[in-house]
C-alpha cells in the first residue's frame, strides 16, 4: 500500500494522505504534527510521526504456516516479523488477522522488542504446512523520545 501526499490548497497546512480510496486528515490525528517519513519493505509498511509516533503494518498470505504444537486441549505456532522500522522500545504489537486456511485460528503477540516480534497462532486442530495463512500485524510505539 503506497500513500501518496495531497497539500491542501487553503494554507498548505493539512497534510491528507490517501489509501486506496479513503482519505484521513493525519494532522488530527497526532495534533500540529504529521507524517515525517512513510515507506515500506519485505517486512511491511510504516509511518513515522512528528510527534516521535511510529506505525508498523504487515498484511500477507503465506503457505508455509504449521500449526502443531500441543498447547493444552489447543494447537499453535509461532512467526517471527521483523519490523519495517524500528522502535526505541517495546511496541505495541497485536495480530488484526491470522488464519489459516478455513480454520478457526486467531493470533497475538507472544513476546517483543525494539525490532521484532514474535506471533504466536492458536487453532482448535493440528495444522500442516501447505495451505494459504493470512496474516495481519500491527505495531505502534515510538521512533524518537
Keep these: 500500500m503506497e500513500l501518496e501526499k495531497i497539500l491542501g490548497t487553503d494554507t498548505g497546512k493539512e497534510a ?3 489509501t486506496d480510496r479513503n482519505f484521513i486528515q493525519l494532522d488530527t490525528l497526532v495534533g500540529l504534527g504529521g507524517v515525517i517519513e512513510s515507506g515500506s519493505n519485505a517486512s511491511g509498511n510504516y509511518i513515522k510521526f512528528a510527534d516521535g509516533t511510529l ?3 504487515y498484511n500477507a498470505t503465506v503457505t508455509d504456516q504449521a500449526i502443531t504444537d500441543a498447547w493444552g486441549s489447543m494447537f499453535t505456532g509461532i ?4 519490523y519495517p522500522a524500528s522502535f526505541i522500545s517495546s511496541p505495541s504489537v ?3 488477522i491470522f488464519r489459516w486456511g478455513t480454520g478457526a485460528s486467531f493470533g497475538s503477540c507472544w ?6 516480534a514474535t506471533m504466536r497462532v492458536y487453532d482448535i486442530s493440528t495444522r500442516a504446512i501447505g495451505e494459504f495463512t493470512i496474516l495481519g500485524f500491527v505495531a505502534i510505539g515510538r521512533w524518537k523520545a
Design 16 to 18: 491528507f494522505f490517501k
Design 94 to 96: 497485536i495480530a488484526s
Design 55 to 57: 506505525l508498523c503494518t
Design 79 to 82: 512467526r517471527t516479523w521483523s
Design 111 to 116: 513476546s517483543n522488542s525494539e525490532a521484532a
